[in-house]
């Protein structure tokens, strides 16, 4: 089958650096995606990854291990409209994007 | 217009009644999807559409029908509506289907199913 683990959901506070990780086992592999969902709005693509190493844009990061299965999500200098879900998504065999539950950041001043 | 537009923004349904979700994008597309999000589940893939003229199902396509008369256009339609339908709807588009194409979503419909 196919599965997308991600947290439920992270605190930290404004300033810092959080990791949010993503793990998956899917049929086949045409890339990773990570979107951001503020609470009542629509996804919005921050990344995308097909090759393994780190892709840097501005204050976040993504990284991807295609042998291990698992990508993270790196947000620096958090800001408080950083508040959101941050969704992780995988390209299967199919060029079907398979989507994880999501992981609510909380914020704290 | 700019972007994908959707129509209703929220909807309360009687079960049972027909309903049909509306979105257009003017980005000149050719994919086209329609997703449903439920509390504590990813994104959903109930159809999609790589081009005017065709659609193809997703995962959850029970119950849902869609047509892409042209470009812009991609209706979703429950033809009888059920309580487990109860979601929020998000129509989305990209260049392409498949590949690193980003897909755009509309800001989605709030389907309450009673």
């Known amino acids: 089958g196919q599965n997308i683990d991600q947290p439920t959901e ?3 506070t404004e300033g810092a650096i959080v990791q949010i990780n993503c793990t998956y086992q899917t049929s086949g592999f045409n890339g990773l995606f990570w979107y951001q969902q503020h609470a009542g709005e629509a996804p919005t693509f921050l990344s995308y990854n097909v090759l393994d190493g780190l892709e840097e844009k501005g204050r ?3 990284f991807l291990s295609r042998s291990k299965g698992y990508s993270y999500l790196l947000l620096k200098e958090l800001q408080m409209k950083d508040s959101a ?3 992780c998504a995988i390209l299967d065999s199919n060029y079907q994007l ?3 539950a999501g992981t609510k950041l909380i914020i704290k001043p | 217009i700019a972007g994908i537009t959707q129509a209703p923004t929220s909807q309360i349904l009687a079960a049972g009644r027909r309903m049909t979700l509306r979105c257009t994008q003017d980005m000149r597309h050719n994919a086209m999807y329609w997703y449903r ?3 504590g589940l990813g994104l ?7 081009t005017a003229g065709t659609t193809g199902k997703g995962e959850v396509p029970d119950g849902y029908s869609v047509s892409r008369a042209n470009t812009d256009d991609f209706p979703l339609t429950l033809a009888s509506a059920v309580p487990s339908q ?3 709807y998000f129509c989305a588009s ?6 690193r194409d980003t897909q755009y979503f509309g800001p989605g419909t709030r389907l309450t199913v009673l």
């Open chain 1, 10 to 12: 992270m605190t930290a």
């Open chain 1, 60 to 62: 976040f990061s993504s």
């Open chain 1, 85 to 87: 879900s941050y969704l």
């Open chain 1, 98 to 100: 398979i989507w994880g």
């Open chain 2, 37 to 39: 999000q439920d509390l």
């Open chain 2, 44 to 50: 959903r893939l109930i159809h999609y559409s790589n």
């Open chain 2, 86 to 88: 109860t979601s929020v």
């Open chain 2, 94 to 99: 990209s260049e392409e289907r498949g590949g």
